[in-house]
């Protein structure tokens, strides 16, 4: 019976550690930059509506910083795991991160459920848009891995983020309209 490429190779020499710091941050700034989009876009019309459960839009606005720096977080947990499981490649990168972000905000959401006022359309919408989230991240740290060069990924993520920041914007001001 052969070695899977999924299992670990003993003899395999591991990055300098600041290989994976760089693709810590570049999944982290995928993140982000799908954030952007989906809470700045897509999700905006939700948080324009009171509630009881969310933050002011003027002060959740002034806290995005924080948010941000939670999800460095799950990017580091995320690259860690895939190195300690050696998932290589994009595909095997966006399931596991699917699978990650399924089971982490999955849990977070049903815990959000059964103790807080969120809206059940904001929580389900929550857990799809952050499970995408890891998913896209897992895609970066599986393509990195893969490729153990960066130089390219970090333009193909700078270009991503952009793009997703833009959208969102373009996405908001479209709503805001209606």
């Given at each position: 019976m052969g070695v899977?490429?999924?299992?670990?190779?003993?003899n395999e020499q591991l990055l300098p550690f600041g290989f994976y710091i760089k693709l810590t941050l570049l999944a982290w700034l995928s993140m982000i930059g799908f954030d952007f989009f989906l809470h700045a876009g897509i999700l905006a019309p939700l948080y324009a509506q009171e509630s009881p459960f969310l933050l002011p839009p003027e002060r959740a606005f002034a806290l995005i910083p924080i948010g941000y720096i939670s999800f460095l977080g799950l990017a580091v947990l995320l690259v860690w795991l895939m190195v300690k499981l050696n998932i290589r490649a994009w595909r095997k990168?966006?399931?596991?991160?699917?699978?990650?972000?399924?089971?982490?905000?999955?849990?977070?959401i049903l815990g959000l459920y059964s103790i807080s006022t969120a809206a059940p359309v904001l929580l389900w919408t929550w857990f799809l848009g952050q499970t995408v989230e890891l998913s896209v991240a897992g895609a970066v740290a599986g393509y990195g891995l893969a490729a153990r060069k960066l130089r390219r990924l970090f333009g193909m993520v700078s270009l991503f983020a952009i793009l997703a920041i833009v959208i969102g914007i373009i996405w908001q001001n479209i709503a805001n309209a209606l």
């Open positions: 899977s490429e999924d299992m670990s190779n003993p990168g966006a399931i596991f991160g699917f699978q990650l972000g399924f089971l982490a905000w999955g849990s977070l």
